[in-house]
């Protein structure tokens, strides 16, 4: 069922109003199916930023979620050349292909893509 309530409150007498109550029905279905998909879809564009803790005090910066169009190995490149760090792109079982850089990186990170122009800041979310 729909979230939104539906335009008629009693039940349609004649058959025009059963066929103007169904279609209206099935309009509203498919709105509430486009909005989930538009809010998959921006919640799909943020590039997450996390930290891991692996032993003691070292720790390990994961980018995930870069758009498709850009070449994460020639990104890695420059941001281990920028921030003298080393890094690499690995294949992660459920978030895909993930940035992995040495060392508590996401301030450099986030400004790094914002100014390079890869990615807005409000579309970036720290974890």
Do not use: W
Request: some cysteine; proline content about 2%.
């Amino acid at each position: 069922m729909s979230s939104r309530k539906s335009p008629f409150t009693k039940k349609p007498a004649t058959e025009k109003e059963q066929i103007i109550f169904n279609s209206m029905n099935n309009l509203l279905d498919e709105l509430d199916e486009e909005e989930s998909g538009q809010q998959q879809i921006l919640q799909d564009q943020h590039v997450h930023i996390r930290t891991q803790q692996r032993n003691g005090r070292k720790c390990i910066t994961l980018i995930q979620n870069m758009p498709a169009e850009y070449d994460l190995k020639k990104l890695v490149k420059a941001l281990r050349k920028t921030y003298a760090c080393n890094g690499a792109v690995v294949e992660h079982q459920v978030y895909g292909e993930v940035v992995i850089l040495q060392g508590d990186k996401r301030m450099a990170i986030h400004e790094f893509l914002t100014k390079v122009g890869l990615v807005k800041a409000e579309n970036i979310k720290f974890h």
